[in-house]
């Protein structure tokens, strides 16, 4: 008999401990042995007739059968069920982005209205001026896309947002603007901060409304969005009018 060199490695100290196999192949194992046992029998001539199969065997037999066919379609109902789920978020998403796009709000929270739309000084003043103090936020009346943004000429620095209809709005006048060109924003969002830089007589938002590219009166347009730009603005048209007649 060989002896074990010192420095071959020590393999076989102790006992092997024999793995358990996993219940996948012991079902298998299981399987297997049960069909060979079948295979012997018919072989032998035996065959079991079915009135002799023990009554608890069938039994277990039939209740692992429902006991499966209950799981598949628990399974089958949770898919739908994740399905569903799924798709009734998405609905509610929609739904969402939806109401928000819809959404006019007022530019500032708090403003003197100056002057309106209409000729002025024998020239179009192509929109309604909202004094504030310099420096307070001024924000989007609508969802849209921000297709300038930056010094603009007259208007000085400027943001204009084009909505989804294509209706066009410029806030003009800014101390600075804190968009981007190309920048998708939200009713509510912050475009910028109250100036008076460009053709400016002081501190205030210049507020230009477009539709199919030519000026429009801010204050019916957002009227009939829901949106007035206060009573004050009743009071002057009522005092123009009145100096009218």
Do not use: C
Not at 40 to 56: F, R, T
Not at 61 to 68: I, R
Not at 115 to 125: I, M, N, T, Y
Not at 206 to 228: A, K, S, W
């Amino acid at each position: 008999m060989r002896q074990r060199l010192s420095s071959e490695p020590d393999r076989y100290r102790g006992r092997r401990r024999v793995p358990t196999p996993p219940r996948s192949r012991y079902a298998v194992v299981t399987t297997a042995a049960f069909i060979g046992a079948g295979v012997v029998a018919i072989g032998a001539g035996n065959l079991p007739d079915h009135k002799d199969i023990n009554p608890e065997v069938l039994h277990g037999l039939e209740t692992a059968h429902v006991a499966g066919d209950a799981l598949a379609a628990r399974d089958d109902n949770n898919k739908a069920s994740r399905g569903e789920d799924r798709g009734s978020v998405s609905k509610t998403k929609v739904s969402a982005d939806q109401a928000a796009a819809d959404v006019w709000l007022l530019p500032l929270e708090d403003f003197t209205y100056t002057s309106p739309f209409g000729v002025r000084w024998g020239k179009l003043h192509a929109g309604i001026d909202l004094a504030a103090p310099e420096g307070m936020p001024y924000k989007a009346v609508h969802a849209g896309k921000v297709i300038q943004a930056g010094y603009y000429g007259g208007y000085g620095y400027a943001v204009t947002v084009q909505n989804a209809d294509g209706t066009e709005v410029i806030y003009a006048h800014s101390r600075r603007v804190l968009v981007k060109a190309g920048q998708e924003v939200k009713a509510g969002q912050v475009l910028g901060e109250v100036g008076s830089t460009g053709n400016s007589y002081g501190t205030h938002l210049h507020l230009e409304v477009h539709v199919d590219g030519q000026p429009t009166d801010p204050i019916p347009f957002l009227r009939d969005r829901g949106v007035d730009i206060k009573l004050q603005v009743e009071s002057v048209y009522a005092g123009m009018a009145a100096a009218a007649s």
